[in-house]
């Protein structure tokens, strides 16, 4: 896979210099005003994050600010409390039912769908491997071919990397593990840990080009800097999801992790106030790819989110300039 890099640090250091150096440009317009923005704990929706903040102070001359958020407590203070006024990576299936009922009410705004063909979960192993053995490319293929994937701790058998204790998808690979007979079929699944733990068992793999199967999710710079392929012949079934999402399911069946929409969520407030910002807000629309590029250049570089999202505005112009007039365009670029 392609990774851009543009600039230097110092480039970037000067960059970031004449974004937050005080000036009349910074002050805030009165139709715009302070506007709040949830930078989540994860980087892609810090870079977002950022991004945004950069867009609004620079183009709409807004006073932006951004406060720490996590998706279930943003969203519980954007409806109880009107802040923050903005959440740039919302993934809902953690707050459906707060998220609908905030919108039935008239509190939240669903103001686009950040990613535009959304978030992904799945089952990967490394395209070289599939480029090796085309069958491995379908969950049958793998069930079939352990030995591939020999577990260093359990000779003879094939190791499946799960997720860590304690996230919901340790759960979910659990049961599709039993759902789709894998441990009949020779493989054993291992907890990496931690995060980190997870992405450094898939990198080193990568880099030696050796043989790894495990779950991952996107938007990540584990996926934007290693070419992986997503096991198919796993079809999501929304009848039986619940049971395999459930600790106590006492008979999953094969299933797959849905698509899952990554939404750009405001207060009515902020919506209604500030249309003009809120336009540009309710038009940004990324495809993941270019998520995952830019955290792989931000990971390589070892780079902030705030670098981040400058590289973002630097290498993808053609993407943010569609969201908003020419006279935005021109006044965030002279800010760059």
Known sequence: MKTLIVGTASAVTVALAALTAPSAALAADDACG???????????????????????????????????????????????????????EIWPNAAKEVLAQAEAEGRLVIAAKTLSDGGQEGWFVPAYMVEAHPDLASIEGIKT??????????????RFYNCPSGWQCQIVNENLFEAYGLDEAGFTMFDPGSGPGLAGAIAKAYEREEPVFAYYFSPTAVLGKYDMVMV?????????????????????????????????????????????????VSSV????????????????????????????????????????????????????
């Not at 994050?49 to 620079?58: K, N, S």
């Not at 071919?145 to 094939?158: H, M, N, R, T």
């Not at 106590?248 to 919506?271: E, G």
Request: aromatic share 8%.
């Open 232 to 280: 198919g012949g796993m079809t999501h079934d929304p009848e039986t999801w619940d049971c395999v999402t459930s600790a106590d399911c006492d008979d999953p069946k094969p299933n797959m992790y849905p698509a899952s929409d990554i939404l750009t969520v405001v207060t009515t407030r902020f919506a209604e106030d500030a249309p003009e910002a809120y336009g540009f």
């Open 285 to 336: 629309s990324i495809p993941s790819d270019v998520i995952n590029a830019v955290l792989a250049w931000q990971e390589d570089n070892q780079a902030t989110a705030e670098d981040a999202a400058l590289h973002f505005l630097e290498v993808y112009p053609e993407l943010w300039t569609a969201w908003v007039p020419g006279e935005v365009v021109e006044k965030v670029k002279a800010a760059l």
């Open 145 to 158: 071919s352990a030995g591939l994937f020999p577990d260093p701790e359990e000779p003879g058998k094939g």
């Open 34 to 88: 302070r506007v709040t923005i949830a930078e989540m704990s994860w980087n892609s929706a810090a870079m977002l994050a950022h991004m945004e903040a950069i867009i609004l102070r620079e183009g709409y001359g807004c006073d932006a600010e951004l406060v720490p958020g996590d998706t279930v407590p943003t969203i519980t203070s954007m409806t109880e409390k009107g802040e923050p006024d903005l959440a740039p």
